[in-house]
């Protein structure tokens, strides 16, 4: 790693914890000198990258209760150790969605608060590594500012929150350019660090020198904390563009003598036209000038892709180099699953150094192979993760085993995609149950509006075959209910009306691939529309079918309410969750939070917990059978296959999809999952 000024990491975090402070620092140089006789030295700076951990400390399940060894940081730590052996220097870096994502983490956010003085563990365990620095993911704003304040070590300096709280803190130092506190007009957090560090590098002779180098550091996230945690920041923080706060504070870190700079942008890659409050800017950023590297996440994807079909292709992404509009750059999935590594080319010009661009390359280390024999193989836990944090993880592994209710039928999403209901309903029943006892209790002007409520099967093999909400038959704890709901989503209520109605489930219809009934090769059902956003009704009073053979946008048919055709002017209330009513404008024009009528303070989780408490036998026939939608019946020429989990075709046959047969029990993906077939005629 880059050796530091100062051997104690706490130290360097303080000395760059304030807005442009430059940690001041006697740099070792070669032979004692200036550096200007070693012009025309080179060295390679590895600036390794972790994102969207999401407080996956652990190769851990606490839904299931398991170990899962497909993720989780205690791995990744494996390969930056073996990186820093690798590489005379390095950089390591996180970008962000670190503080949410597990039990663990609402364990020690609001289950069990950690006191002040205590360190939280995905911080914890970060610090056996050293991380140089670091940003905020729209994650990290989950739980709201005054414990983000206390988990970052305190000084931030917005309403509600004690700005001079001094607690244990990060242990490494943050940036965030583009959000500002409403209080002082001045970022929340400091927009850059400078850090002056030595690096080892290679004279013309051939010799190892120590040169000084000044890295760079700004970080960037998305705009959206402004809409998914409105009851949070409304009127206590703004946010600007990554573009224009970049083009403000990169002039500045390079007159302040950055020999490079590295952005860290919590988003990714989108090609429509940019604006300010763009989630996923990265082709944009790349082009500002002065940004010689960029980490990437939040779209829990990977950057650069080497697959036949990478996942970014627009205009400016090059996979093979590992560039964005020429610049370095990588985006190291999520949940520790992967180490992203920049090698940064370097030249010395005898005051200052250069990255030689086209020199310098990006890829992504993971923490899963396959050895010569085809088996899939993982990286080894770093051994001194766990132990760091073993207290607190037997905590909240007898958390989540708290009971609370009993199921006769086993609750999974592994066939949701194609008619089965069976952990969506209840999750449904608890959010209509909650927001309509609120509506008669508090909003009497809505009281005659018929209440519904929509959800999504929001774990849908994106990851993998163990990708699927999945509750055995038996008793039911809260980690099964944090398994039905995934998301630390809040429960919002919406007005719409008929129309708006079958809008939303036309949008919703994406899922689907378009299917040509002539076809007689095989067809794939699924889109790249992602599952968490196939919203769904559960309810015998809405019913309607989806035609897979139309074009987007004219596939809902037979919409009907109470039996009749549904009257486009009526207007409903539907429960759904913050994200959906305030950010779903790609799916309904006024899910931007225009048509929201309540925003309640609880989650959807703590809601369907609440629920099955209240109503702790739990059945397939009033919890888990009803269906609002199936397939237009269609006859197609040749097979319409999808993916799901392994070994699961009994999970269809008991929810009565009788239309659902096996093609394969390897669907050879590497996922660990299995091909599937849906007869449409049926």
Known sequence: MLEPSFRDPFRISRRVATLGVVAAAAFLTACGGDGSSNAGATATLAVLETTDLHFN????????????????FERTATLVRA?????????????????????????????????????????????????????????????????????????????????SKKCAGAGYPMALANVYSSKTQKPLVQ?????????????????????????????????????????????????????????????????????????????????SAYSPTMENPGLYLSKVAGIDAMVMGHQHSVFPDTAAKPAYSQAGVDNNAGTINGVPAVMASSWGKALGVIQLSLQWDGTKWAVNKAASKSELRNIQSKNAAGTTVYVDPDATVAPLIETQHQAAIQYVKTPIGQTDFRMSTLFADVGDPGAIQIVNQAQQTYVAAYIQASLPQYAQLPVLSVSAPFKSGFQGGSDYTDVAVGPLAINNAADLYLYPNTVYAVKVNGADIKNWLEAAAQRFNQIDPAKTTEQALISTFPGYNFDMFTTADVQYEI??????????????????????????????????????????????????????????RDVVIDYIRKNPAVTRAANGAAKSWRFAPVSVAGPVVFSSGANALAVAQAAGLNNVSLVAADDGSGKGTSKYAVDLSK
């Not at 400390?57 to 989780?72: H, I, P, Q």
């Not at 030595?198 to 402004?226: Q, R």
């Not at 009513?581 to 959807?604: C, E, M, R, V, Y």
Request: negative net charge; aromatic residues 8%.
């Open 83 to 163: 990186a820093r052996k690798e590489f005379a220097n390095t950089l390591l870096v996180d970008n962000g969605d670190t503080i949410q994502g597990t039990a663990l983490a609402d364990y020690e956010a609001t289950i069990s608060p950690i006191p002040c003085t205590q360190q939280l563990s995905m911080y914890k365990a970060m610090g056996a590594l050293g991380f140089d620095a670091g940003t905020l993911g729209n994650h990290e704003f989950n739980y709201g500012l005054p414990f983000l304040n206390q988990v970052l070590g305190g000084g931030l300096d917005v309403e509600g929150v004690d700005a």
């Open 191 to 271: 927009p850059y660090m400078l850090l002056e560090r030595s690096l080892i590098a290679k004279g013309t002779d051939g010799k190892e020198v120590k040169l000084p180098i000044k890295v760079g550091v700004i970080g960037f996230t998305t705009p959206g904390i402004m809409n998914w945690d409105k009851r949070y920041l409304e009127g206590k923080v703004y946010t600007e563009g990554a573009v224009e706060a970049a083009s403000k504070y990169v002039p500045e870190l390079r007159a302040k003598g950055a020999d490079i700079v590295v952005a860290l942008l919590h988003g990714g890659l989108d090609s």
């Open 57 to 72: 400390v652990r190769s851990y399940d606490y839904f299931k209760l398991a170990e899962d060894k497909t993720y989780g």
């Open 547 to 604: 035609d897979v053979t139309q074009p987007v946008g004219s596939r809902i048919k037979n919409l009907t309410y109470l039996g009749q055709p549904i009257n486009a002017a009526q207007e409903f209330v539907i429960a759904t969750n913050n994200y959906r009513a305030t950010s779903g404008k790609s799916i309904l024009g006024k899910l931007d939070g225009t048509a929201t009528l309540w925003a309640s303070p609880d989650t959807n």
